[in-house]
């Protein structure tokens, strides 16, 4: 679903953006479809790296690797 939104967006970057592309809209929400990206990305990136930096959920990990090798077949 689509919502009509009014910007203000100063004179160069107007024409930066008309520079970019014929379509304003679709141009602005692919960028910011690209901006919402890079932050779940940067995200994802943290969670692991405290992940990896946690003791407990370390060791708990290397007990669920255990039962990996119990012998069933998925």
Same mark, same amino acid.
């Given at each position: 679903? %689509? #919502? $009509? =939104? %009014? @910007?203000?967006? /100063?004179? !160069?970057?107007? #024409?930066? +953006?008309?520079?970019? %592309? $014929?379509?304003? &809209?679709?141009? @602005?929400?692919?960028?910011? *479809?690209? !901006?919402?990206?890079? +932050? *779940?990305?940067?995200?994802?990136? $943290?969670?692991?790296? /405290?992940?990896?930096? /946690?003791?407990?959920?370390? #060791?708990?990990? &290397?007990?669920?690797?255990? =039962? +990996? %090798? /119990?012998?069933?077949?998925?």
């Amino acid at each position: 679903m %689509s #919502k $009509k =939104v %009014s @910007i203000t967006l /100063d004179d !160069e970057t107007l #024409k930066f +953006v008309d520079s970019c %592309s $014929k379509n304003r &809209s679709s141009f @602005i929400n692919h960028i910011l *479809l690209q !901006e919402q990206q890079r +932050v *779940l990305m940067e995200d994802l990136e $943290k969670s692991y790296q /405290d992940q990896a930096n /946690d003791p407990d959920f370390q #060791k708990e990990i &290397s007990t669920w690797d255990i =039962v +990996v %090798s /119990d012998g069933l077949d998925a």
